[in-house]
C-alpha cells in the first residue's frame, strides 16, 4: 500500500513537472500581453473621450457604448471558451482544459455582470429605465444565470473528475444562449437597435475604429487575464494534490 501510493504520488508530481514545463512560456506571452492590453486600453480612454464624435442624440452617455459592447462580447466570448474547453476534457481527459475552463467561467462571469450593469446605466439614460424584459437584455441575463450555475456546481463538487465533465455538459448546454442572444435584435422585437458594425454608412468611420481598437484593447485584457486565471488553476490543483499525497 506505501509503495502504492508512493508510486502515485511520483506519477503525480511528474505530471505536474510535465505540465509546468509546457506551460513555461506563459510568463513571456503573459508580459507582453499585459503590456499591449495596457497600452490598448490607454488608447482607447484617450479614442473614447478625445476622438469619437458626441452623439446628436444620446449626448454623452452614448460614450458607455465602448465599454458596454466589449463587456458583453467578452461575457459571450468566455462562455465559449468554457464550452470549447469543456468539450476538449470530455474528449482528452487532459486537465489542462478544465483549467481553461474554470478560468475562462470566473472571468466571464464579470464581464457578463459589467456587460448588465453599463447597459442598465446606459439603458436609464435613453430609455428611462433601468431595466426592460427586452429581448437581449433577457437572454443576457440568462446567461449570468448559467454561469452563476457553473460556478456554484465546481464549487460544490469540487476539484474532482466527476466536477469537471457535470461542468463540461453543463457548459454545452448552456453555450445554445450565446447564439440566441446575438441574434435575439433580428428574431424579436427588441429596444436594441439591430447590427449596425459591417453595415456600409450605418456609422461613422471613428465610431467604428473607436469601437474596434476598444474591442481588440479589452480581448487582449481578457487574454492577460486568462493566463493569470490559468496558472492559479494549476498551482490549486497541484496544492490539492500535494495535500493528498502528505496524508
Request: proline fraction near 4%.
Amino acid at each position: 500500500m506505501a509503495l502504492a501510493k508512493h508510486e502515485t504520488g511520483i506519477e503525480q508530481r511528474d505530471a505536474g513537472h510535465t505540465s509546468k514545463r509546457k506551460d513555461a512560456h506563459f510568463p513571456y506571452i503573459s508580459l507582453l500581453l499585459g503590456v499591449l492590453s495596457f497600452t490598448g486600453m490607454l488608447v482607447s480612454i484617450c479614442m473614447i473621450f478625445l476622438y469619437a464624435p458626441m452623439d446628436a442624440v444620446q449626448g454623452e452617455p452614448q460614450r458607455i457604448f465602448y465599454f458596454h459592447v466589449p463587456m458583453a462580447w467578452l461575457g459571450m466570448l468566455g462562455f465559449g471558451v468554457v464550452a470549447a474547453a469543456g468539450i476538449g476534457y470530455l474528449i482528452t481527459k487532459d486537465e489542462r482544459w478544465d483549467w481553461a475552463a474554470r478560468a475562462s467561467a470566473e472571468l466571464g462571469a464579470i464581464f457578463i455582470t459589467l456587460a448588465l450593469v453599463t447597459g442598465s446605466i446606459w439603458g436609464e439614460t435613453i430609455w428611462g429605465t433601468w431595466w426592460t424584459w427586452d429581448a437581449r437584455l433577457t437572454t443576457t441575463l440568462i446567461l449570468w444565470f448559467i454561469y452563476i450555475s457553473y460556478l456554484m456546481l465546481r464549487s460544490y463538487l469540487g476539484r474532482t473528475p466527476s466536477s469537471a465533465r457535470a461542468g463540461a455538459v453543463l457548459a454545452i448546454i448552456g453555450i445554445i444562449d450565446v447564439p440566441i442572444i446575438y441574434e435575439s435584435v433580428n428574431w424579436w422585437r427588441t429596444l436594441h437597435p439591430a447590427q449596425q458594425v459591417g453595415v456600409a454608412g450605418a456609422l461613422p468611420p471613428s465610431v467604428v475604429l473607436t469601437l474596434m481598437i476598444s474591442l481588440a484593447s479589452f480581448t487582449l485584457f481578457y487574454t492577460f487575464l486568462m493566463i493569470q486565471l490559468y496558472q492559479l488553476q494549476r498551482l490549486q490543483t497541484l496544492a490539492q494534490r500535494l495535500r493528498a499525497h502528505l496524508m
